[in-house]
């Protein structure tokens, strides 16, 4: 196994001070591009040290070329594990840097463009993941589309069907494609969101989803149990990636974050380690149908 990574990233005395608002005021249209942004967002964890955790595990990672599933398909690799990653066509600028970053850790990477609302496009993931890296531990529902509005008239029909396809259709269609192959001591781990739990009154489609994957989640892990699959959620509140910069006024996006008790946005980087957590037998082997919120000092949905 190569454990390069865990020796070329030593810990400084202090953890690194992280990006606060006001940020530069920005937009970019649907779906947005990490290399874009300003501040980039943070995802190579400079601060972590791996130790093996995923040694000869393979995962597949949707959402895998910005954001959170950069950050989890850079800790991935370095804890050992070889990663496919799966992300629109017209995002491929920043898959290609998240694939540099995982060979850099010593791992291999599969690239597969596609849209996980293609059922038929997420059987082909499975099965190139399978045929190029060899097997599948872990599955990581990452893929996400949100976009606000003020008024619910504003949300059309097709706004509606669209989230649920990409959020929930999507998460249901790469699980199912995926299951039947991964192993007794495998791991499927979830994105949520704070607004599956509370709600956000310019976000009625895109919070009703982030529920539904809540409920999916704890469903899921009752469902799998015997099969000895674990199934946990992620629900953080807002994080530095391109899916808030595409969908903010220039202006709105300078202030992101600013009302979090932490006066910022979580960076990708100080999510990623919790779906280490999650994916690791020797972290949670006890550990299913959890949905773990990561919002920056806020108690409400504890």
């Known amino acids: 196994m190569n454990h390069k990574s865990s020796e070329s990233h030593t810990p ?5 001070p992280e990006p606060q608002p006001p940020f530069p005021p920005q937009h970019q249209d649907s779906p947005g591009i990490e290399d874009e942004m300003q501040p980039r967002p943070r995802y190579q964890a400079r601060d972590y040290i791996a130790c093996g955790k995923l040694a000869r595990k393979v995962a597949l990672i949707t959402g895998g070329d910005s954001g959170i599933g950069r950050a989890v398909a850079v800790l991935f690799a370095r804890e050992g594990a070889n990663v496919a990653i799966v992300y629109l066509p017209e995002e491929q600028r920043d898959a290609d840097i998240v694939a540099e970053a995982v060979r850099a850790e010593g791992r291999k990477v599969l690239q597969i463009p596609g849209n996980v609302t ?8 499975v099965k190139q993941t399978i045929d190029e890296l060899g097997q599948l531990d872990i599955l990581v529902n990452n893929a996400a589309f949100q976009k606000h509005h003020d008024k619910l008239e504003d949300v059309t029909d097709d706004q509606w069907e669209w989230t649920f396809r990409v959020n929930v259709f999507g998460y249901f269609a790469m699980t199912k494609a995926a299951v039947k192959h991964i192993p007794r001591g495998g791991t499927i781990i979830n994105t949520g969101s704070i607004t599956g739990l509370e709600g956000s009154k310019k976000l009625l489609d895109y919070s009703a989803t982030k529920g539904a994957i809540h409920a999916f ?6 469902n799998l149990l015997e099969r000895g699959i674990r199934v946990n959620c992620i629900a953080p509140g807002p994080v530095w990636t391109p899916l808030n ?3 903010r006024e220039a202006k709105e996006v300078s202030k992101f974050g600013s009302d979090t008790e932490m006066g910022r946005p979580a960076q990708p980087e100080e999510i990623a380690p919790a779906y280490v957590y999650f994916a690791s037998a020797a972290d949670s082997s006890y550990v299913t149908g959890e949905v773990f919120t990561l919002l920056g000092g806020d108690t409400r949905a504890a």
């Open 118 to 125: 293609d059922s038929l496009f997420c059987q082909e993931a």
């Open 217 to 222: 989640t704890k469903s899921l892990a009752q």
């Open 12 to 16: 400084s005395t202090s953890p690194t």
């Open 245 to 247: 910069v595409q969908d």
